[in-house]
């Protein structure tokens, strides 16, 4: 059973400075997404990342896989008030799941002025 | 070009009742997913549907079915409504051409707003 893992799952941080999620997960797969969530909202898809050391970047935000070590990370650089939201990372096997992914449980991300 | 739109946003339903979810993908997305959110047990796979067949479920009791239509939308239905329903219902849809696979697609799923149950 493909179980993901995400830490931290509470951040609180200042604005201006850098810090990164991890993401690991527990069998071989050939693709990982990162979503967002604001409370009460949807999902909204920030990367897609479909191979070893594909690296995504999005204004202040910076994805990168290694399915070797079965890690994802997202970088994020001078955080502003706006970053704050939920982070998910999700997990899905092309040839097996289609569109089942598996997701961690979530990074609730703070950036206090 | 539209979103995946969900129907209703919001409803109430007390225990022992049924609902009926409704979800419109994004226009040419052929699979429609839907997804349990709740504060324990986070985002978990209901199931899936392509070419109106289920292709995929997840570990949920036989309460929870869905179907799809032609038109590509989709319906699910939860019967006889536990406490432990209650929870942010979400749909994503999905390019896929055929069988189980994306065919080269990336995979990537949309999501709609979601629609929240109540169980009282």
């Known amino acids: 059973e493909l179980k993901v893992e995400q830490n931290p799952l509470f951040l609180s941080m200042q604005e201006g400075k850098n810090y990164t999620i991890y993401c690991n997960y527990s069998?071989?797969?050939?693709?990982l997404y990162w979503y967002r969530q604001d409370p009460g909202k949807s999902l909204e898809s920030l990367f897609v990342?479909?191979?070893?050391?594909a690296v995504k970047q999005e204004g202040r935000l910076m994805a990168s896989l290694d399915t070797k070590a079965r890690l994802s990370t997202l970088h994020i650089t001078a955080a502003v008030h706006d970053l704050s939201a939920t982070y998910f990372c999700a997990v899905g096997k092309k040839e097996t799941s289609g569109s089942r992914l598996t997701f961690g449980e979530g990074t609730q991300l703070t950036v206090n002025p | 070009k539209a979103g995946v739109t969900q129907t209703p946003r919001y409803l109430i339903k007390t225990r022992g009742q049924q609902v009926t979810l409704s979800c419109s993908p994004i226009?040419?997305?052929?699979?429609v997913s839907w997804y349990q959110q709740t504060p324990g047990q986070g985002l978990q796979f209901l199931f899936e549907y392509f070419s109106e067949t289920q292709r995929n479920k997840g570990n949920f009791p036989g309460r929870f079915s869905g179907r799809q239509f032609s038109n590509s939308r989709s319906e699910m239905n939860v019967s006889t409504l536990e406490l432990g329903d209650s929870a942010l219902y979400l749909c994503?849809?999905?390019?896929?051409?055929?069988?189980?696979?994306?065919?080269?697609?990336?995979?990537?799923?949309?999501f709609g707003e979601g629609s929240r149950l109540t169980v009282l």
């Open positions: 994503a849809s999905s390019i896929r051409t055929s069988g189980r696979t994306t065919n080269g697609g990336t995979g990537e799923l949309f």
């Open positions: 226009s040419g997305h052929r699979s």
């Open positions: 990342l479909l191979s070893n050391g």
């Open positions: 069998t071989t797969s050939d693709r």
